[in-house]
C-alpha cells in the first residue's frame, strides 16, 4: 500500500519539472513543422505526416525517460533524501516499485498529451489532402502509440536497473542510451552476422557469438516500432501484437525484480 503515496509525489515531482513544458514545446514545433513539410511536398503526404508524428510522440518519450526519467530517482541518491524517505515504514522495493509506478503513470500522461497534438495533425492534414490517405487507418495509428508508449515503460524500467547499481545519473543516462540503441539495432545487425555472404563480406565467428549474446541480453526493441506499417496501412496480426505485449511486460518485469533485488542489498554512503 505504500506504493501508491512514493508513486503520486514521484508523477508531481515529474510534472513540474521544466524539462516537461521543454519536452512539450519541441513536440509542439516537430508536429508544426510535419504540417509545413506535407503541404510542400505534394507526394506521399499520408505517409510522410504518419512517420513523421509518430515519430515525434517516440521521441518527445525517449527524451521524458532520460532526461526527467533518470533525474528523478537520481535525485533522491544525489541529495540523500533518500535517507529520510527509508527512515519511514517503507521498504526499499516498496520505494523502488513506487517510483517506477509514478514513472509509468508520467510516461503515460505525457505521451496522451503528445499524442492529441499528433491525432490533431494527423487529422488535418488527412483533411486537406484525402486522396493520399486511402489506406490510413486510426487503429495502426493507436496501436503504434500504445507499443510506443509499452516500450518507453521498458526503457525506463532499464533505466531504474541502471540506478540501482550505479552511483551517478550520468553513467545511468549513458547506460539507458547505449542500450536504447541496441534494442534498436540488434535485429538487423544479428541477421547481418549470421548471413554475411548476403552482403559479400566475412564475419568472424567470435563476433558472431557477441553479437547473438547480445540480442539474448539486451531488449528487441524493434519490436515495437510499427511505425512502417502505420504508415503504409499495412495489418498487424493479432499473434504479433500478443507476443510483442507479452515480451515487453515480461521483459519489464523481470528488469524491476532485478533492480528491486539489486537495491535492496545496496549500501549507501
Known sequence: MSLWPVAAVTFKEGIRNKAIYGISVFALLMLGASLLISGMIMQEVGKVMVDMALSTVSLSGLLLVLFVGINLMAKDLDKRTIYM???????????????FLGMVLLIVATIALVSLFALAAIALTKLRFPDYFLHFSWGLIFLSIALTTLSLILLSALSFLF????????????????SYLIGHGINDVKALVEAPQAVGIQVAPSTVKLVQGAYYLFPNLSLFDIKIQAAHGLSVPLSTIGWTVAYGLGYTAMVMILASLIFSKREFP
Open 85 to 99: 524517505v527509508l527512515s519511514r515504514p517503507i521498504s526499499r522495493s516498496q520505494y523502488l516499485f513506487g517510483k
Open 163 to 178: 540506478a540501482s547499481v550505479t552511483s551517478t545519473s550520468f553513467i545511468t543516462l549513458v547506460l539507458t542510451i547505449i
